[in-house]
């Protein structure tokens, strides 16, 4: 395999990965939504969707990205389980452990988008790293903000 082919392959890869994040996170905040229970219900019942139509945003933009590069997006659970790097929500979480989650998760998939900003730029790939770059922004104001509802 040649260098600049590996260096597509890696970049496809990263891609994918997120794309698997943002499937994952999608149903987790879905699982969130349904099952938060307490005094700050209704607060993040309305946060948890608001979170999940995002995520469900950025699963299609990446994935629309990935065919118009030739890539193929993960498009199943089993490859999407596989790839991510996050963890589908546990039973019986209380609402700070969502909150708590979230933030982990957060973090998590801006450290990839960083190395995938890196990646895609080092291929003169501008569309992708600013693709990331706007999705990594949108990530640390959540996590800005779910950091602060911990700290209440």
């Not at 879905?30 to 950025?58: D, I, P, R, S």
């Not at 498009?75 to 209380?94: C, Q």
Request: glycine share 2%; hydrophobic share 40%.
């Amino acid at each position: 395999m040649t260098k600049t082919k590996d260096k597509t392959t890696r970049l496809s890869d990263t891609m994918n990965k997120q794309v698997a994040n943002f499937s994952v996170l999608y149903m987790k905040l879905h699982h969130y939504h349904w099952y938060v229970k307490g005094e700050n219900f209704f607060t993040l019942h309305v946060k948890f969707e608001e979170l999940y139509n995002e995520a469900a945003q950025h699963v299609d933009t990446i994935a629309e990205r990935m065919l118009a590069l030739g890539a193929k997006p993960a498009s199943t659970l089993e490859e999407t389980l596989k790839r991510a790097s996050i963890k589908e929500a546990m039973d019986e979480e209380s609402a700070n452990d969502m909150v708590q989650t979230l933030v982990d998760d957060v973090t998590t998939i801006c450290s990839e988008l960083s190395e995938g900003i890196t990646m895609a730029e080092d291929q003169e790939d501008e569309p992708t790293a600013d693709l990331f770059t706007e999705i990594r922004a949108s990530l640390e104001k959540h996590g800005w903000m779910l950091r602060a509802y911990l700290a209440s």
